[in-house]
């Protein structure tokens, strides 16, 4: 069967376990290799003990005992480094994957990681990683020395005795053969175990996080069916890979104990014709234990290392599908504008969300986006971050293509302040900063133009938001985010329902706090039609069933008496 080559990505993994960690992965493996040793001397000295007894030699035997004492003390030693290697390698081999993975995850685009279940990276990161750590780092150690076992016993054997050493090879067959039939379907069920983790990952994550829905809707029993159904999945699965695994432990039992009274029979039988010394028939009985073993762990060892190569493969697959797309680094500054030409983009093929849009936002000039629900306004600004390329038409930066500029530069011309609001379970001051060094005055300046002024005076910078912030109500949590921002001073600022969950009060404060804000081009995404604020902006863009139906300044949007004249007396009673 011809490999499959591995690509760039699963490479670049690969690579990642042995950066730097080479002179670990030598040690473990020299001193893996030096205990081998011991082993043998052992064989050698159940035999020579045996013959000592048949000669009635008590000098050999003191000789023998001597050796021994030495012998395991410098096993001692050889186990400790061993150990000690293996456990440095595999230490460092681990957090080098994790962190390339993580690194890899975080490359993404924001609609790349969006449109993928999380539950397969937990899965990767926390089961399929448990998996790489004994199936193909441990392995690594586990099958040279089986490999190397396998070899020196059978030298051993054959220095003993040819003959018995050609029984025990054929004597072999059956448990060689079991193995080799075995091994790739005792893979095929460890991959479809990680699949099903997978899956279930997904379905525990998404309960959890409507804890607080099922609850309020009582459904506790409806959601107790569907993790009922995926814990059965996967515990099938479990079940399917120990029964398959134990109906193969039996009959390796079996064939093993076959092979070894076979050796010890034959072996007594040759020994009784004076061909060998009964201290032989024990050496032989303890090494067809070493075949025994390795034949069994050999193919299983192998076949367990080829399916944890392809956990690593398959998550070198899913952290490079969508990444973050490449392209030319620009400058963090807007000079001219923003422009859209007949833009049309939908999330589904032919159910268009915009139609034709086309706009120019220019430099430092503040614009608002009104429409009904629907209408397109969060989309247009999710384009504006680059979250989607699928779209017609076009989006330029001062003159510069969107899709051809690199995503990490376009977040420093760009902040996107969301509806959606997630705070990590740290302090107020890092869930402000990113957890990022910021000078002090920057930082005043952000959380006195947020409104988090009378919160931190109450609770303190130090304070701990909580997981997602439940320590704080939604609009402590909205002012964070509005002061996250700000903090990050990109001359874009695009608003996307940012004040929907404050108070009126304290919506109208941020709002005209951020449309004061010098040399900043603001977007904002607005429900509040607030003749106050409204009079502000440059250019109000008003959007129905995904086109732009007016645009205008405030004044003149009321004079005309369409469909933005319609919304604000609505909104306004």
């Not at 079996?254 to 040759?270: E, K, N, P, R």
Request: aromatic share 10%.
């Amino acid at each position: 069967m011809k490999r499959n080559k591995r690509t760039p990505a699963a490479r670049e993994y690969f690579r990642a376990f042995y950066e730097k960690n080479h002179l670990h992965f030598a040690v473990g493996m020299t001193f893996n290799v030096l205990s081998l040793g011991v082993s043998f001397f052992v064989s050698w000295v159940l035999g020579a003990v045996m013959d000592t007894v048949t000669a009635g030699d008590l000098g050999r035997l003191k000789t023998i005992l001597l050796l021994t004492v030495g012998v395991t003390a410098l096993n001692i030693l050889l186990d400790a480094g061993y150990y000690g290697g293996r456990a440095l390698f595999i230490h460092q081999a681990l957090g080098q994957y994790k962190a390339l993975a993580f690194r890899k995850l975080s490359e993404k685009s924001i609609s790349a990681f969006s449109q993928e279940n999380t539950g397969r990276y937990l899965s990767t990161l926390t089961n399929d990683v448990t998996t790489i750590e004994t199936d193909y780092l441990q392995n690594a150690f586990d099958l040279l020395m089986q490999v190397l076992l396998f070899f020196g016993a059978l030298a051993m054997m054959c220095w003993y005795s040819p003959v018995l050493t050609l029984i025990a090879v054929v004597l072999s067959l059956p448990p060689i053969v079991l193995s080799l039939l075995t091994g790739e379907p005792m893979a095929k069920r460890a991959k479809d175990v990680s699949d099903r983790n997978e899956g279930f990952m997904a379905q525990i994550k998404d309960l959890l996080s409507g804890f607080a829905v099922i609850k309020s809707f009582k459904a506790e029993k409806e959601v107790g069916k569907l993790f009922d159904s995926a814990n059965r999945t996967v515990e099938d699965a479990k079940r399917r890979r120990r029964y398959f695994e134990g109906g193969v432990r039996c009959l390796s039992g079996t064939f093993s104990l076959i092979f070894q009274i076979g050796i010890f029979i034959i072996g007594a039988y040759l020994a009784i014709r004076g061909d060998i010394t009964s201290g032989t028939v024990i050496v032989f009985v303890n090494l067809s234990g070493y075949l025994v073993q390795s034949i069994g762990s050999i193919p299983q060892y192998w076949a367990a290392r080829k399916a944890a190569a392809g956990l690593v493969e398959k998550l070198a697959e899913v952290t490079e599908e969508n990444a973050e797309r490449s392209g030319e680094a620009i400058v963090p500054e807007l000079n001219d504008a923003i422009t859209l030409e007949n833009v049309t983009f939908g999330y589904e093929p032919e159910k268009p969300v915009l139609r034709e849009v086309s706009m120019r936002l220019e430099a430092g000039k503040k614009y608002a986006l009104v429409g009904g629900s629907g209408s397109g306004k969060s989309t247009l600004l999710n384009l504006l971050m680059g979250a989607y390329d699928g779209y017609e038409g076009s989006i330029a930066i001062d003159g510069k293509d969107l899709r051809e500029i690199n995503t990490d530069s376009l977040y420093d011309v760009m902040s996107l302040i969301g509806q959606n609001v997630f705070l990590f379970d740290g302090t107020l001051y890092q869930n402000i900063t990113m957890f990022r060094d910021f000078p002090e005055d920057r930082l005043e300046a952000a959380v006195h133009r947020s409104g988090l002024d009378g919160l931190i005076e109450e609770k303190g910078e130090h304070y701990r938001c909580g997981e997602n912030g439940c320590g704080l109500s939604g609009g402590e949590r909205q002012r964070v985010s509005i002061a996250r921002c700000l903090m990050r001073e990109t001359p874009v600022l695009l608003l996307d329902e940012a004040t929907a969950a404050l108070d009126n009060q304290t919506a109208f404060t941020v709002t005209d706090s951020i449309l004061h804000l010098d040399g900043l081009t603001r977007v904002v995404v607005t429900h509040r039609l607030e003749a106050a604020l409204l009079e502000q902006y440059d250019g109000i863009f008003v959007l129905r069933n995904g086109r732009v139906c007016e645009e205008g300044q405030f004044a003149d949007l009321m004079v005309r008496k369409e469909y933005f004249y319609s919304l604000y007396t609505v909104a306004n009673g």
